[in-house]
């Protein structure tokens, strides 16, 4: 319940403490003495609602400063929630956009490594067919050599004149089996020249 203070006037109580002091040197015994209590006990209480009315005005303007500072700390409390809501819509998007990514990582990762996994599996495979190529190259080359063409071609020359010579002497199975080395030598040398060419 609060009380409204009224302000005293400037300074009543001294003309009243003046009069009653008058009258007490004018009245003897008992009476004077009141008067002279009375005088000094309205002084007393002046001296007191001043004090009270002094202390009301303090109190008034740090209950004001107060007020103020409580309704600034609750805007500033206000804004600091809706920055912390703030960060806190931050924080859930970042950690949702973190998430995603992460997810796509991992399925680029595992997609990667099924790429990889395939790549590996494909890579044994040719390198057994390049083995099995090696060793079919490798017998090959144990049953067949590499000869110039220009030796093919003298030495199928060589084979005419030997099956002309033959054929003087009348050797007719000489001259055929020169015959046949140099038809030989001849199918040698028409597979030969798609490659030559």
Known sequence: MSATVVPLPPNPSSETTDFLRRMASMVSGRNGEMLLRAAALIESLTQRAMSAERLYHREHEENTRNSDLREAGEMASDAMVKQIDALRSQLAEVTAAAAAERAAFDAKRGSLLGLMQHA????????????????????????????????????????????????????????????????????ALTVKKPDTA
């Open 120 to 187: 590996e599996s494909h890579i044994g495979k040719l390198t057994s067919e390049l083995e099995t190529l090696h060793a079919s190259v490798d017998s090959f080359n144990e049953t067949a050599i590499s000869v110039p063409i220009e030796v093919l071609r003298l030495a199928r020359t060589q084979f005419d004149v030997l099956s002309a010579g033959f054929a003087r002497k009348g050797d007719v199975i000489s001259q055929a089996m020169s015959e046949i080395g140099g038809f030989a030598i001849d199918q």
